[in-house]
């Protein structure tokens, strides 16, 4: 069982910035793959951008040249740096485990862009 806790949410202003950080329990963490989802009001989820445990990203086209994924494996940890925030931004972010099949979701961070 792989555990994720989410931080880093908060309230923004228009063209803010915000990090999101996914701690992740267990050994296994640099093997696994790992990404960011959001899910607005009365929207589906949606993928944010995703990391491999080669360190290859991808991106949904709304959030290029503005988001950036990482991780630290040292630290079991994957980051979300997220600049010129828009309101349309707004949403829960969950982060996502993906190892041989399972997979794991942690429980949010509520991302607000207001002014």
């Known amino acids: 069982q792989v555990q994720l806790v989410e931080s880093g949410g908060g309230l923004v202003q228009p063209g803010g910035s915000l990090r999101l950080s996914c701690a992740a329990s267990g050994t296994f963490f640099s093997l696994a793959a790992m990404a960011w989802y959001r899910q607005a009001p009365e929207k589906q989820r949606e993928l944010v951008a995703g990391?491999?445990?080669?360190?290859?990203?991808n991106y949904a086209d709304s959030v290029k040249g503005r988001f950036t994924i990482s991780r630290d494996n040292a630290k079991n940890t994957v980051y979300l740096q997220m600049n010129s925030l828009k309101p349309e931004d707004t949403a829960v972010y969950y982060c996502n485990y993906e190892l041989l099949g399972q997979i794991y979701w942690g429980q949010g961070t509520q991302v607000t862009v207001s002014s």
């Open positions: 990391i491999t445990r080669g360190g290859d990203t």
